[in-house]
């Protein structure tokens, strides 16, 4: 079916549900502590390690899981670290690479034991005060969810369109592949927008 | 009680359909017809998705034109292709996100989710990502996140074009034990056999509206001549 079906869920919608201190922690506190995390974790890297491993261990993340969020970093990460030992010497790129590691993996570990919806409710507040230049907390987070359900219909569309390009021999022409995809997902922002309405979202 | 009077419905030069009256009582009804015969049109008059040109249509009372946030209230909708009907990242929340505009407490809401979610069989994936789910699936989930907020009547345009025999029977015999009234657009004719009533329509027209039986033989008949 899905093209994310790769990897449990991706990297959006990867909720591991759970009932760890990590998870019952309300989204905002958690996000609080994830900026102060990341600080730590990119000035000292040395020092967050152990900690970060043991809330995952907290959270009961399995390490597959764990692993498959790091998993598209892995060429990047390389290429920075090759860049650093010959920029700034071994230490420094471990200490550069590690941390970015770090910051990713305790960003995902947010993502893992927040479910998208405790998220978006924690947006609508952080964004209560837009609400003064006339912007509707609850439409923010409406958007962001409705990016994050995007994502998938989006590689499904490119994926039929490549198979109906492969089918008639297309090859691998990019024009060939955007124009239909885009008319695609017109079409289906046009389905989606006609069931809001059917759902009662202006009502 | 839907009310269908005197509708003709363009869009540009292009007539839909055609001076329609119909008045919509019985708990189970069926729509057919050819593809562009204007049925899928007809459907999304129901709930004032499409907004007539010409005439009216009420729900108990209520204008489609002037009153569409009541009518989608009583009438709810399901759509071809789940995939489109879907606007949250899980299924739970799908469910939810229905029961936003009901504004029920918390616990309320988490009580009514999981009651949809079991009775469609989906208790077991209610943190899983929507996208991931089967079509016949996908489906159960549009129907169960409509359900979920309490309509009156359920309007279903081709809900079981894109399943397979299995789903499309599950999906017709949950349909047919729903307290709900139920207007339903499709091609499985099989599925129509139970129904109070079935609307035929051609080239814009209501031609024929009688006992399943009869308007389907009917149907077959038109559908055989060249």
């Known amino acids: 079916m899905a093209a994310g079906g790769v990897s449990p869920g991706g990297p959006l919608g990867a909720y591991v549900p759970g009932t760890s201190l990590l998870h019952r922690c309300p989204p905002g506190p958690k996000l609080l502590g994830l900026l102060v995390a990341l600080t730590l974790a990119i000035r000292w890297p040395e020092y967050v390690a152990v900690p970060a491993v043991a809330l995952f261990a907290l959270a009961r993340v399995p390490p597959r899981m764990a692993l498959a969020q790091l998993r598209p970093l892995w060429l990047f990460l390389a290429v920075a670290f090759g860049f650093q030992v010959l920029a700034a010497g071994l230490g420094t790129a471990i200490e550069v690479v590690g941390g970015i590691l770090l910051a990713v993996a305790l960003a995902s570990l947010v993502t893992l034991t927040t479910r998208v919806s405790a998220m978006l409710d ?63 997902t017109l079409r289906a922002a046009d389905a989606l927008g006609e069931a809001l309405i059917a759902r009662g979202i202006d009502d | 009680m839907i009310e269908v009077e005197r509708v003709t419905q363009r869009f540009g030069d292009r007539v839909i359909l055609r001076d329609v009256t119909v008045t919509l009582a019985e708990p189970r009804i069926g729509v057919i017809g050819s593809n562009g015969s204007g049925k899928s049109t007809f459907a999304r008059l129901l709930n004032g998705l499409v907004k007539p040109s010409e005439g009216r249509v009420t729900v108990d009372g209520f204008d489609t034109r002037r009153e569409g946030g009541k009518v989608r209230r009583k009438v709810g909708f399901i759509f071809t292709d789940p995939d489109n009907q879907i606007v949250m990242p899980t299924v739970a929340e799908d469910v939810a996100f229905s029961l936003r505009r009901l504004k029920l407490s918390p616990d309320e809401a988490r009580d009514r989710v999981a009651e949809a979610l ?36 359920i309007v279903c345009d081709e809900p079981t074009t894109l399943l397979d025999l299995r789903n499309t029977r599950r999906v017709g ?33 209501l031609i024929i509206d009688d006992k399943p039986a009869p308007a389907v033989a009917a149907y077959r008949t038109l559908m055989a001549s060249p």
């Open chain 1, 122 to 184: 924690a947006l609508v507040v952080a964004a209560r005060p837009l609400r003064r230049l006339g912007i509707d907390p609850d439409r923010v987070a409406l958007l962001f969810a409705l990016a994050i359900r995007s994502i998938p219909l989006i590689t499904e569309i490119v994926r039929n369109v490549r198979e109906a390009q492969c089918a008639r021999g297309a090859g691998n022409n990019p024009i060939a592949l955007a124009i239909p995809t885009m008319i695609r």
């Open chain 2, 118 to 153: 079991e009775r469609f069989g989906l208790a077991g994936h209610a943190d899983h990502p929507a996208h991931l789910l089967s079509g016949g699936q996908k489906q159960l989930l549009a129907l169960a996140s409509v359900l979920a907020a309490q309509p009156e009547t």
């Open chain 2, 173 to 205: 015999t949950l349909l047919s034990q729903l307290p709900q009234r139920v207007v339903l657009v499709t091609h499985d004719l099989d599925l129509l056999d139970e129904y109070d009533r079935v609307l035929v329509f051609d080239e814009g027209s």
